[in-house]
């Protein structure tokens, strides 16, 4: 079994910057793809990027590319989330996600493990 735990949100203004972290115990996920995911208020999960086992093949989604960057950790089992120039409308709860398997993923339905959320919060 995989545990993953989200870290790093906050009450953040307009043009702020926030970096989340995801840590991953119990099996060991270094061979795994990552992804972080957000879901506002009344809305549905939303992908935002992912990263494929080795930490070389990312995605985004265009309402964050340029302004996120994710990474994995040298150990494979921890993720990063660096969030540049938030806006109101990044205002969620962020998770991080793994699945079983080694390249990239980005559809939700594929990813096995997720966390708890942490909560990013963008005054204007």
């Known amino acids: 079994q995989v545990h993953l735990v989200e870290s790093g949100g906050g009450v953040v203004q307009a043009g702020d910057s926030l970096r989340l972290s995801c840590e991953a115990s119990g099996r060991a996920i270094s061979g795994n793809s990552m992804g972080w995911f957000r879901q506002a208020q009344g809305e549905e999960r939303e992908f935002i990027a992912a990263?494929?086992?080795?930490?070389?093949?990312?995605y985004y989604a265009d309402s964050v590319e340029g302004r996120f960057t994710i990474s994995r950790g040298n150990s494979g089992a921890t993720m990063y989330l660096q969030m540049n120039g938030l806006r109101p409308e990044d205002s969620a709860i962020y998770y991080c996600?793994?699945?079983?398997?080694?390249?990239?993923?980005?559809?939700?339905?594929?990813?096995?493990?997720w966390g708890q959320g942490t909560q990013v919060t963008v005054s204007s």
């Open positions: 990263v494929d086992w080795s930490g070389s093949a990312i």
């Open positions: 996600a793994a699945a079983d398997r080694a390249g990239i993923v980005v559809r939700t339905s594929l990813y096995t493990y």
